[in-house]
């Protein structure tokens, strides 16, 4: 470096300037402006430009390759190229300003609804919609991957009486109106999924030792468990059902047992502790 009188948040800018922000490396910026020769020494080989420019490449590369694996399904839907044109778009429109790139997708799905082709256009095409909702689906998956909870491993019986029953701490519901989870899980089987047609969709995702569970559910089983989220008990949540779909009671209480069995085995529930006297 030939010249050590900039501090190191000058630095910092600058360097965020030349990998973020695009800018011209013969100018620099506006704060420090300095020729990249100021700031990179060049070698035998290279000049300090072409340094640059390979340490910069690489950081794109890094950024673009971080985007395709929290949203490799949206990548197969969309295409390798049309996807690397949305992701170095939105990295543009939102760099990173967190130390991990584990949020670096975190505006992503907003991000398409602001730039959907059918903006402000009164009849809207419905594919950007699945994309969207495929796109904040995949997102929160990571973020449920990495959630804290106090996970009880302890198996609940299938027998646990209906008012110990819970749901558990990380269980994640979803309403759609594409068959994302579906399409999430046939494409992650190797299936090489169709894009969809619209379809109202329920989905549940649990986890359990960091292995995340996903799970089509019916309309009237999400809103139980979102009944019991509430922090409703298993007889308030069927009352809830009987209001919102017109059941008869009767109907409710003889599914219930098939709902109890399934919800217990696929890790919804788990069995409140009871402190002693």
């Known amino acids: 470096m030939e010249n050590s009188t900039f501090s190191l948040k000058q630095l910092q800018n600058w360097m965020q300037g030349m990998l973020v922000h695009h800018e011209p490396l013969e100018n620099g910026n506006a704060e420090v402006p300095v020729m990249v020769e100021q700031v990179v020494n060049s070698s035998k080989r290279l000049s300090a430009v072409r340094h ?19 949203f490799s399904a949206l990548a197969y839907a969309l295409g390798s190229e049309l996807f690397e044109l949305f992701a170095d778009q939105y990295l543009d429109t939102y760099p990173s300003e967190s130390y991990t790139l584990n949020t670096l997708g975190e505006k992503f799905p907003a991000f398409l609804e602001e730039t959907r082709p059918d903006a402000g256009q009164e009849e809207k095409e419905t594919w950007p919609d699945f994309m969207i909702e495929l796109a904040g689906f995949e997102y929160a998956l990571s973020v449920i991957f990495d959630e804290r909870a106090n996970e009880n491993s302890t198996v609940t019986p299938n027998n646990t009486p209906d008012e110990l029953l819970v749901p558990a701490p990380v269980l994640h519901l979803f309403h759609y109106q594409y068959p994302i989870c579906d399409y999430y899980l046939e494409y992650s089987q190797g299936k090489e999924p169709e894009l969809p047609f619209p379809e109202e969709s329920y989905c549940a995702v649990t986890r359990h030792n960091y292995k995340l569970g996903l799970f089509t559910i019916r309309g009237a089983q999400y809103y139980f468990l979102k009944s019991m989220q509430q922090g409703n008990t298993v007889e308030n949540a069927k009352n809830d059902l009987v209001k919102t779909f017109n059941f008869s009671r009767a109907e409710v209480d003889k599914i219930w047992p098939e709902w109890k069995k399934s919800f217990i085995e696929a890790g919804f529930f788990i069995a409140k502790n009871i402190k002693g006297p």
């Open 52 to 70: 640059m420019d390979i340490y910069r490449y690489s950081y794109i590369a890094r950024l673009r390759a971080c985007m395709q694996s929290q």
